[in-house]
Every structure is written in structure tokens, then in C-alpha cells.
């Protein structure tokens, strides 16, 4: 395939960049990075721990490519941990962290965003649509509040949020400098979470809204792979995600019942990943 991206003004580029986790589904990732090249804009990829085979197969991909930046952890960081080695990385104003298994769906997605961002100029999160494939639904958003010591989260789509997916958004880095980077003890699950929480202990709530003109389409497919089935079963551990939420609550001394078990049930379900175990 034949890439011709597309001429966007210097500062559009400047202000902005791509951010990516990569731990196997190769696949998946190799058409996330397709979706966003088209507008030649700088992507920054974290290989978290991927086997070698597929490590090779990303590095062959991107080094056709001027745009794009591949680097190495020692070792499986975890999201929170990756995410701040991301951070650490790049320089621009601007983040946009998304996970692997995601696409952009809208063409002039990064117009849109500066068109967004003139307009908003002290929002410090944009959160785009995001349609999830796999439940045949959009994605629900927004905000969390502390009453007593619980935690509670409040759906709404109309527009100001505090809290955002920390795998689909576009982010300023001035945030990160105001609350700290991600907590790096949280390995994976609720540091998104975490991090909103800690917005409001400051008094300070992280300032977001939706952004509805840009479209993003997330997949949970079956796994087809043992890399892939590894990092399933990584990603919905329960004693990691136990770990984080039993953390972030003492931490915060707030309880908070997020109903995690039963959502890691239903990844893993929908991502057929047990299937694979049985077909050994």
C-alpha cells in the first residue's frame, strides 16, 4: 500500500503527537498506525514487552516511514508506567494517547482537533466518540465526584467531563506537570481513574469535554495467537487489577466498586481467550 500523506501546516504538527503502547496484536496495531499516517503527524511507539517475532514485524513497518519513532522498554512496564515513559519521550504540547486496537475513522480528524483546541484554549483533555465494536455501541463518558468516601461515577455526554480514558484522549501536557504523571505502582486498570481522583483531592478537577466530530472505532477481537493470548491474559489479570483498585482506594481513602471483575469476565469472554487455552 501506497501512502501519500497529507501537507497540514507545521504548528499542526509541532503541537501534536501519536502515542502507542505496543504489546503484541500486531495485527491490530498495524492498522492503528495505518489509520493515523495519512496525516503525517509524529507517532511515538513504546514497544512494552512484545515478543521478538513481532517486535521485527513493527520495526520492518515503521522504518518506512520518517514520522514515526519505535522505542524499547527493558521490560513489560504496565500501562501507567508506559504511559510515563511516552511522556517522557516527546516534547509537544499535545498528547494523543491510544490504545493499539483502535482506529481513527474521521479524515480530517486533526483539523477537527485544533479546531477544538483555538476554541477551547484552557480544556485540558479532549475525549473523542469512540464506537466499541465488539458491544456494538458507543462508548459512555463522564465524570467522577466524591461523596464521603465513595467514589461515584456519572454518566454524561453532554460536553464538560473530569475524567477520561487514558487510551483514547488527546491531552495536554501541562496536565502532567499540574497532578504529577500516572501513578507508576498501578501496573494496569483504574490509573485513569487515579489520576482523576487525584484532580479532586486538589480541588483542581482535570478540565475535559467530548469532542463528537471526531470518530474512533475500538475492537476487542478473539485472540488468534499464543502472543496475543499472553497479552489478554496480562491485561485482565485480576490480582493486577485488584492490586490498582485496592491501591488507588487506600490511597485516596475513598471505596469505589467499579464493577472491574465483571467487565475483565466479559473481555475476556468476548475476546475468546479461554478458547484458545481449550484448543491446546
Same mark, same amino acid.
Given at each position: 500500500?501506497?501512502?501519500? =500523506?497529507?501537507?497540514?501546516?507545521?504548528?499542526?504538527? #509541532?503541537?501534536? %503527537?501519536?502515542?502507542?503502547?505496543?504489546?503484541?496484536?500486531?495485527?491490530?496495531?498495524?492498522?492503528?498506525?495505518?489509520?493515523?499516517?495519512?496525516?503525517?503527524?509524529?507517532? &511515538?511507539?513504546?514497544?512494552?514487552?512484545?515478543?521478538?517475532?513481532?517486535?521485527? !514485524?513493527?520495526? +520492518?513497518?515503521?522504518?518506512?516511514?520518517? +514520522? !514515526?519513532?519505535?522505542?524499547?522498554?527493558?521490560?513489560?512496564?504496565? &500501562?501507567?508506567?508506559?504511559?510515563?515513559?511516552?511522556?517522557?519521550? $516527546?516534547?509537544?504540547?499535545?498528547?494523543?494517547? *491510544?490504545?493499539?486496537?483502535? *482506529?481513527?475513522?474521521? =479524515?480530517? @480528524?486533526?483539523? &477537527?482537533?485544533?479546531?477544538?483546541?483555538?476554541?477551547?484554549?484552557?480544556?485540558?483533555?479532549? *475525549?473523542?466518540?469512540?464506537?466499541?465494536?465488539? #458491544?456494538?455501541?458507543? +462508548?459512555?463518558?463522564?465524570?467522577?465526584?466524591?461523596?464521603?468516601?465513595?467514589?461515584?461515577?456519572?454518566?454524561?455526554? /453532554?460536553?464538560?467531563?473530569?475524567?477520561?480514558?487514558?487510551?483514547?484522549?488527546? %491531552?495536554?501536557?501541562?496536565?502532567?506537570? /499540574?497532578?504529577? =504523571?500516572?501513578? =507508576?505502582?498501578?501496573? %494496569?486498570?483504574?490509573?485513569?481513574?487515579?489520576?482523576?481522583?487525584?484532580?479532586?483531592?486538589?480541588?483542581?478537577?482535570?478540565?475535559?469535554?467530548? !469532542?463528537?466530530?471526531?470518530?474512533?472505532?475500538?475492537?476487542?477481537?478473539? %485472540?488468534? $495467537?499464543?502472543?496475543?493470548?499472553?497479552?489478554?491474559?496480562? /491485561?485482565?489479570?485480576?490480582?493486577?487489577?485488584?492490586?490498582?483498585?485496592?491501591?488507588?482506594?487506600?490511597?485516596?481513602?475513598? &471505596?469505589?466498586?467499579?464493577? @472491574?471483575?465483571?467487565?475483565?469476565? #466479559?473481555?475476556? /469472554?468476548?475476546?475468546? *481467550?479461554?478458547?484458545?487455552? $481449550?484448543?491446546?
Amino acid at each position: 500500500m501506497v501512502y501519500l =500523506p497529507l501537507l497540514v501546516p507545521k504548528y499542526m504538527k #509541532e503541537s501534536l %503527537v501519536v502515542c502507542l503502547l505496543f504489546f503484541e496484536r500486531i495485527d491490530q496495531t498495524l492498522e492503528c498506525l495505518q489509520s493515523f499516517l495519512f496525516s503525517n503527524i509524529r507517532i &511515538v511507539i513504546l514497544n512494552n514487552g512484545s515478543s521478538r517475532g513481532n517486535r521485527e !514485524i513493527l520495526e +520492518n513497518f515503521c522504518s518506512r516511514f520518517h +514520522n !514515526i519513532d519505535l522505542y524499547d522498554a527493558p521490560e513489560n512496564l504496565g &500501562v501507567a508506567r508506559g504511559r510515563n515513559e511516552l511522556l517522557a519521550r $516527546t516534547s509537544e504540547p499535545w498528547l494523543l494517547f *491510544v490504545d493499539s486496537d483502535i *482506529v481513527v475513522r474521521t =479524515p480530517d @480528524w486533526l483539523e &477537527v482537533f485544533h479546531r477544538h483546541r483555538r476554541a477551547a484554549p484552557e480544556t485540558e483533555v479532549m *475525549v473523542p466518540c469512540m464506537f466499541n465494536v465488539h #458491544e456494538g455501541r458507543y +462508548n459512555g463518558y463522564g465524570s467522577v465526584r466524591i461523596e464521603g468516601k465513595r467514589l461515584i461515577r456519572e454518566h454524561d455526554d /453532554r460536553g464538560s467531563i473530569n475524567f477520561f480514558p487514558g487510551g483514547a484522549a488527546f %491531552v495536554r501536557r501541562s496536565l502532567f506537570a /499540574r497532578l504529577g =504523571p500516572y501513578d =507508576p505502582v498501578m501496573f %494496569v486498570g483504574d490509573e485513569d481513574v487515579e489520576l482523576a481522583v487525584r484532580a479532586l483531592r486538589l480541588h483542581a478537577p482535570i478540565r475535559g469535554s467530548l !469532542i463528537h466530530d471526531i470518530e474512533f472505532h475500538h475492537a476487542h477481537r478473539a %485472540v488468534t $495467537t499464543a502472543d496475543d493470548q499472553y497479552a489478554a491474559l496480562t /491485561r485482565y489479570d485480576k490480582l493486577f487489577l485488584l492490586y490498582s483498585h485496592l491501591h488507588l482506594q487506600a490511597k485516596h481513602d475513598i &471505596v469505589y466498586d467499579a464493577g @472491574w471483575m465483571h467487565w475483565a469476565e #466479559e473481555q475476556m /469472554r468476548l475476546m475468546r *481467550v479461554m478458547d484458545l487455552v $481449550t484448543a491446546r
